[in-house]
């Protein structure tokens, strides 16, 4: 998911720790773009954040059922139907177990 953000400062220094603090949040990888305009101490920085859910697997999917079995490896995915590995990439109808 692609996301802006815009970063005022009242002083170029403070405008340059106020876009430090933040990119130290974020990897490299992430960010794609930043503008600067520094006549008006303002930056812009363009980013891609990934999903959360993208990072799990089947098996912690309310949909997701393995049958009662604590050994099985495979399951059924009763949101998209058919038979799915715990370890399987979760897809775009993941609800996670947990909230």
Known sequence: MLK???INGVTRHKLEDELNEFLSTI?????R??????????????????????????ADCQHW???NSFD??????HECGGR?????????R???VRG
Do not use: H, L, Q
């Not at 990897?27 to 960010?31: F, K, M, R």
């Not at 099985?72 to 995915?77: N, Q």
């Open 27 to 31: 990897t490299s990888e992430e960010v």
């Open 72 to 77: 099985s490896v495979m399951g059924i995915c």
């Open 65 to 67: 059922d393995d049958g």
């Open 33 to 58: 773009n930043i503008v600067y305009d520094f006549p008006n101490f303002t930056a812009a920085i363009e980013y891609e954040m990934e999903e959360a859910w993208k990072n799990m697997i089947c």
């Open 94 to 96: 993941f609800k996670d």
């Open 4 to 6: 802006v953000k815009i």
């Open 84 to 92: 799915k590995r715990f370890n399987c990439k979760a897809c775009a």
